[in-house]
């Protein structure tokens, strides 16, 4: 099979494949596309939920303090909380209002409120427009809003069908000349609109071949759990290991000491991980399990990887400490699957390269569509003959 050929054979392939795909393609990416500052939007719509007010002069409550009136208030105990690095923003507390019978089918769950840690008031609970919107949209880019069985495996199988493009897509990039090369490499705006059109569909596709083949290889790790435990083969470390991770348990010989104040533990994490950044502390509702505070780094260009340690919830005992930094390379790419495949993994500045490379792949099916339309008319354009346009200049 000679070179032309094989090209042909290539662009047939990618034809068909962004054909058939094409419009799952445009959804997946355009929901990705919004999807990639959720965090901020939300922020922005409902400033006061997340943003403390009246803090002029004022100092931050001591964790303890604060927790034991949310406690009283709300009638319950204390199951997480969310320390900002960011000491403009709110607390985020989790209560479980208290229950004469736990084990009962109705018994109350436990409930995060938005807090200003400076005045104690509750400003909010998760939730409203902005987060009802952003979850709409997570399930139209994972499930086509088809549910879980069927939507899944529709953008499971969309998204083999991009990784394949893409890769087609590269190879035809290459020209035939290697002295035609900057011609890929530049968009020619002074054109007319089907030049432009295909500079738009081939220049920006290979600027952002390198990301979409990530997303591609990292979204497949939720639609099929073959692919996830063959990747989590290759890399020598299990993705998603926190779902199936059992539960360690506190020594509950020591149970009549009680348990450690949160404020201490925050603390011993904090000493830990001295960098400044979004602390979270978990407490089972078990009664039993040991309390873990996660921590990652916050800022523009932070890494997004998690520490974690671990504490016997009675006796104050560090039982696990997990190092992002300290963990080898296939452990910290397995444990950083989410947050490559969302663009957070180097802070704001990967989210703005990520957002970019989403609007990208989000414009390759219309722009791919309307190459293949104008060749499509091009080819079934009706040939006049010789004697039909001496008939008109007659």
């Known amino acids: 099979m000679n070179r032309t050929t094989l090209r042909n054979a290539f662009r047939t392939l990618h034809l068909w494949m962004g054909l058939g795909s094409g419009i799952v393609i445009f959804i997946v990416c355009l929901s990705g596309t919004i999807y990639t500052f959720r965090a901020e939007i939300e922020r922005w719509v409902e400033p006061e939920k997340y943003y403390a007010s009246g803090i002029d002069g004022k100092s931050i409550m001591t964790a303890d303090s604060l927790i034991a009136k949310m406690e009283r208030n709300i009638n319950g105990k204390l199951t997480s909380v969310m320390v900002p690095g960011d000491k403009s923003m709110n607390w985020q507390i989790g209560i479980k209002k208290n229950s004469n019978d736990p084990a009962a089918e109705d018994a109350p769950k436990s409930k995060t409120y938005f807090v200003n840690p400076y005045t104690a008031e509750i400003v909010g609970e998760p939730g409203g427009s902005a987060s009802e919107f952003f979850g709409t949209v997570m399930k139209l880019h994972r499930w086509l809003l088809l549910g879980d069985s069927t939507g899944r495996i529709i953008v499971g199988i969309a998204t083999i069908i991009m990784f394949f493009m893409v890769l087609t897509g590269l190879i035809l990039w290459f020209p035939a000349k290697i002295r035609n090369i900057k011609q890929g490499l530049k968009i020619k705006t002074s054109a007319n609109w089907k030049r432009l059109n295909h500079d738009l569909h081939n220049t920006l596709g290979f600027y952002s071949f390198i990301l979409l083949l990530i997303m591609t290889l990292t979204g497949l790790c939720w639609s099929f759990e073959w692919y996830r435990n063959g990747l989590s083969s290759v890399l020598g470390s299990k993705v998603f290991k926190g779902r199936t991770e059992k539960p360690m348990l506190s020594n509950e010989k020591m149970s009549a000491n009680g348990q450690i104040s949160a404020a201490i533990l925050l603390s011993e994490a904090n000493r830990h991980f001295s960098y400044e950044g979004n602390s979270r502390l978990s407490i089972p509702e078990d009664g039993k399990g040991v309390i873990t505070v996660t921590k990652s780094a916050t800022g523009f260009f932070s890494v997004a990887g998690t520490d974690r340690i671990q504490f016997d919830r009675f006796t104050g005992e560090v039982v696990n400490l997990e190092s992002f930094k300290d963990k080898p ?61 001496q008939e008109e200049l007659a």
């Open 329 to 389: 390379m296939n452990a910290r790419i397995a444990d950083s699957i989410k947050v490559i495949h969302t663009g957070e993994i180097f802070g704001t500045a990967s989210k703005i390269i990520y957002f970019l490379a989403c609007l990208i792949a989000t414009s390759l099916p219309v722009t791919g569509t309307m190459i293949w339309l104008n060749k499509w008319k091009k080819k079934n354009k009706p040939v006049k003959m010789k004697w039909q346009n």
